[in-house]
T-cell receptor, first 114, second 111 residues
Framework: EPEVTQTPSHQVTQMGQEVILRCVPI?????FYWYRQILGQKVEFLVSFYNNEISEKSEIFDDQFSVERPDGSNFTLKIRSTKLEDSAMYFCASSKTASYNEQFFGPGTRLTVL | QQQVKQSPQSLIVQKGGISIINCAYE??????FPWYQQFPGKGPALLIAIRPDVSEKKEGRFTISFNKSAKQFSLHIMDSQPGDSATYFCAASDTGNQFYFGTGTSLTVIP
C-alpha cells in the first residue's frame, strides 16, 4: 500500500540554524500539506501546496517557513532560523484531489531545537 | 472561532464496551468533520468522516453522530477491542484543505 514517507525521523539542531524536512508524498497525489504537533498539544495546520504554489497557509507559517517541491517526488519544509518553540513533530500529508478528500499522513519528523 | 474542543482527554474502556469521544465547534462554516486515529510512532490516519447533510455515518464498528444545531459531533466505537487503543483526533474544515484538530483523546481498551 502506498504511503507518505518522511526523513529524517528525528532532527536535532541548534537555535538559529536552518533545517529542511523532507517528505515523499504518494506518487499520484497532487496536493501536499505540512502540519505540526507540539508535544502534548493538538495537530496544527501549517500550509497546503498545489501546482507549485501555496494554496493556504496558517498564521504559524510566517516568513521563517518555506515549502518547495524541488523535483517530481520530494516536498520539503524549510525553517530558516529555528527557534526553541519550533520544537515539535512535523507531519507531511498528501491527497489525491483538493477539498474534502482523505489526507494521508506520513510518520512525522521530530524536530528538537536546542 | 476556529477551535475544536475535544473530550475526554483520556478514556479507559473494557473490551467489548462502547467508547465515546465528543467534539464541539464554533465556526458554522465548518462543513467537513473527519476523525483520525494515531498509533504511537505513526502519523494520523483517517478513520471516518462526515459532512453536515447527514446526522450519522457508520462504518463497521465506528459511528459518527452529528448534531448541527448543537455544533457537536461524536465518535462511537462499538465492541471496543485492545487493538483500538490509540489516540483519536476530531477535526473540522471549512475548505476541505485546512483542518482544525481537537486536542486528542488517548483511548485504552483493557482486555
Amino acid at each position: 500500500e502506498p504511503e507518505v514517507t518522511q526523513t529524517p525521523s528525528h532532527q536535532v539542531t541548534q537555535m538559529g540554524q536552518e533545517v529542511i524536512l523532507r517528505c515523499v508524498p504518494i506518487s499520484n497525489h497532487l496536493y501536499f500539506y505540512w502540519y505540526r504537533q507540539i508535544l502534548g498539544q493538538k495537530v496544527e495546520f501549517l500550509v497546503s501546496f498545489y501546482n507549485n504554489e501555496i494554496s493556504e497557509k496558517s498564521e504559524i507559517f510566517d516568513d521563517q517557513f518555506s515549502v518547495e517541491r524541488p523535483d517530481g517526488s520530494n516536498f520539503t519544509l524549510k525553517i530558516r532560523s529555528t527557534k526553541l518553540e519550533d520544537s515539535a513533530m512535523y507531519f507531511c500529508a498528501s491527497s489525491k484531489t483538493a477539498s474534502y478528500n482523505e489526507q494521508f499522513f506520513g510518520p512525522g519528523t521530530r524536530l528538537t531545537v536546542l | 472561532q476556529q477551535q475544536v474542543k475535544q473530550s475526554p482527554q483520556s478514556l479507559i474502556v473494557q473490551k467489548g464496551g462502547i467508547s465515546i469521544i465528543n467534539c464541539a465547534y464554533e465556526n458554522t462554516a465548518f462543513d467537513y468533520f473527519p476523525w483520525y486515529q494515531q498509533f504511537p510512532g505513526k502519523g494520523p490516519a483517517l478513520l471516518i468522516a462526515i459532512r453536515p447533510d447527514v446526522s450519522e455515518k457508520k462504518e463497521g464498528r465506528f459511528t459518527i453522530s452529528f448534531n448541527k444545531s448543537a455544533k457537536q459531533f461524536s465518535l462511537h466505537i462499538m465492541d471496543s477491542q485492545p487493538g483500538d487503543s490509540a489516540t483519536y483526533f476530531c477535526a473540522a474544515s471549512d475548505t476541505g484543505n485546512q483542518f482544525y484538530f481537537g486536542t486528542g483523546t488517548s483511548l485504552t481498551v483493557i482486555p
